[in-house]
């Protein structure tokens, strides 16, 4: 039979248009107002943003901030990390992961990753000095790090836990809200997040009243009233309309979450697990699948036979961080973390967007496993 797949219509990575085309009646009259308000850059949204936030999280305070990275900045100088400092964290993450731990002055340094793509916690250990302040793990594709050793690591090393829940909003691992495993949780509401500003947001959870306090005022020039700095600071708010298109967004970020779990069942269900390894869930975790990365052989073929049916797919990350041109000073070479390098040749992520049908799926999944299981 001739495939002609070909001739069916695209199937997107991401469509957020078609997001904010169904929230299209909804969200106007809100932008509207704040446009008319005049009060862009702070007010009664972001409040309300902060609050939810927290009360989602189950920290005592969300901070709104500008972007995911400014979190994760502001949370290590808020814990007193700079020069001469280690904090360590996965190679295998989105760069500014690592970019935020150099750019306060301090050493990043990497440990392996498990199968699953989350930072081993074994390796945590072997990489601990005593210039070591903070563990930064990675809750990568929305499933959460392996939190319970980790806490018992920090614990017993007198470190800091910094979760870059970048990725994960809405985790939980024993019950537990990510942003809410240690003692700050950076999140980011890029539009690619799925909790998604339309633009750059983030902010960062915590129990802890003075990094909440440092952050606070950091954002904000470090003015405690309108003309009086303690500290300098800089800029690092949220515009209102971000806030106020999250807390809209907030109230059907669960459905979201629901919608991306299904269709990862269904491809669960469908791809062959002969030929393709998508890391098991463990039973103390949800997962909120930010994305769907599978392992597979031949995955720069897979991709572009995907591609050539208009199906859109992409590599997180197809380099690892301590192979960026940018980490040579820390003088890393190829072979270093061998998990994380396996893995970057062999995973691909497929479409698990909310806008996509079981048709859908079912055809990515089709495509897959008719593409592994005809060998070279
Ligand atoms: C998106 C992301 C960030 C950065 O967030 P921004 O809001 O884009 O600044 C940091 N870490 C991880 C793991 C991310 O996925």
């Known amino acids: 039979m001739p495939d002609t797949s070909a001739t069916q219509s695209p199937i997107p990575y991401v469509n957020i248009g078609a997001q904010f085309a169904e929230e299209r009646d909804e969200l106007m009259p809100i932008i509207e107002e704040i446009l008319m308000s005049g009060m862009y850059v702070g007010g009664p949204w972001n409040e309300k943003l902060e609050a939810a936030l927290a009360e989602l999280c189950g920290t005592k305070h969300a901070v709104a901030l500008n972007s995911g990275t400014d979190a994760l900045i502001l949370s290590l100088a808020a814990l007193g990390i700079g020069h001469g400092d280690e904090v360590i964290t996965p190679p295998n993450s989105f760069v500014a992961s690592t970019a935020v731990i150099a750019h306060v002055g301090a050493t990043p340094v990497f440990a392996d990753v498990l199968p699953d793509q989350n930072i081993d916690p074994a390796?945590?250990?072997?990489?601990?000095?005593?210039?070591?302040?903070?563990?930064?793990?990675?809750?990568?594709?929305?499933?959460?790090?392996?939190?319970?050793?980790?806490?018992?690591?920090?614990?017993?090393?007198?470190?800091?836990?910094?979760?870059?829940?970048?990725?994960?909003?809405?985790?939980?691992?024993?019950?537990?809200?990510?942003?809410?495993?240690?003692?700050?949780?950076?999140?980011?509401?890029?539009?690619?997040?799925?909790?998604?500003?339309?633009?750059?947001?983030?902010?960062?959870?915590?129990?802890?009243?003075?990094?909440?306090?440092?952050?606070?005022?950091?954002?904000?020039?470090?003015?405690?009233?309108?003309?009086?700095?303690?500290?300098?600071?800089?800029?690092?708010?949220?515009?209102?309309?971000?806030?106020?298109?999250?807390?809209?967004?907030?109230?059907?970020?669960?459905?979201?979450?629901?919608?991306?779990?299904?269709?990862?069942?269904?491809?669960?269900?469908?791809?062959?697990?002969?030929?393709?390894?998508?890391?098991?869930?463990?039973?103390?975790?949800?997962?909120?699948?930010h994305t769907f990365v599978i392992q597979v052989d031949r995955r720069d073929e897979l991709q572009a036979h995907l591609g050539a049916q208009g199906i859109g797919t992409a590599i997180h990350y197809p380099v690892p961080i301590h192979l960026q041109p940018a980490a040579a000073y820390l003088g890393h070479k190829a072979g270093d973390f061998p998990v994380t390098e396996e893995q970057s040749r062999r995973i691909i992520t497929l479409p698990a967007n909310q806008n996509l049908t079981e048709a859908e799926i079912t055809r990515v999944a089709a495509s897959v496993n008719r593409f592994l299981s005809k060998g070279s």
């Open 123 to 289: 390796e945590i250990e072997k990489k601990i000095t005593a210039k070591t302040k903070a563990i930064m793990p990675v809750h990568l594709t929305g499933r959460v790090a392996d939190m319970k050793p980790i806490q018992e690591i920090a614990k017993r090393h007198g470190l800091a836990i910094i979760e870059d829940a970048a990725q994960s909003i809405g985790s939980r691992y024993d019950g537990v809200m990510s942003g809410a495993l240690g003692d700050v949780g950076c999140f980011s509401a890029h539009p690619l997040k799925n909790l998604n500003a339309c633009g750059d947001a983030g902010f960062l959870t915590t129990d802890r009243d003075d990094v909440a306090e440092y952050a606070r005022l950091y954002r904000n020039h470090g003015l405690v009233d309108r003309n009086t700095v303690t500290r300098f600071g800089s800029v690092s708010r949220m515009d209102q309309i971000q806030a106020a298109i999250l807390y809209y967004r907030l109230g059907k970020m669960d459905a979201l979450i629901e919608k991306r779990r299904r269709n990862v069942a269904l491809y669960r269900e469908l791809l062959d697990p002969e030929l393709v390894f998508a890391p098991p869930c463990r039973e103390i975790e949800f997962n909120t699948f």
